[in-house]
């Protein structure tokens, strides 16, 4: 399955605002998680593929629910699972800020900054997931400017 091709959620959740998707909405995309998360095969990775969609088109909540899966399968301290732990967060302060709660939001993009430091300590110029740590700080900026 291509992660183009599967469907964007109706509307994107926002905690307090509006309401939860159906139970399971996503076990669909989260099943198709590979066994293990292998950076160099991140473009084979469905949930990483459709997460970044989901995150690029403002679908924060859903966006994160899809990366814990391919976070959970990360080999434990490996770069994948920092990186996707720094994704993870920037999820979470993008959508704090988008309900405009701006210490909340700032406190977790220093997570986020956190977790990247780890993943591409020592290999600052060797990509994650297919992406490089300048295309990380540039996300990093952009968000912080939000």
Known sequence: MNADQIELPPHAHLPGRNGRHTDG??????SLAPHLTISDEAS???PWLYGTRLFKSGFFWEAHEVWEAVWLRATPNSREQHFMQGMIHLTNASLKLKLDQQRAGAKI????????????QGRSNKAVMGIS?????????KIGNM
């Open 25 to 30: 909405f996503l076990d669909h995309v989260i």
């Open 44 to 46: 084979k990775n469905v």
């Open 109 to 120: 993009l220093v997570m986020a900054e956190q977790s990247f430091e780890r993943a591409f």
């Open 133 to 141: 740590s300048t295309d990380v700080r540039v996300l990093l900026k």
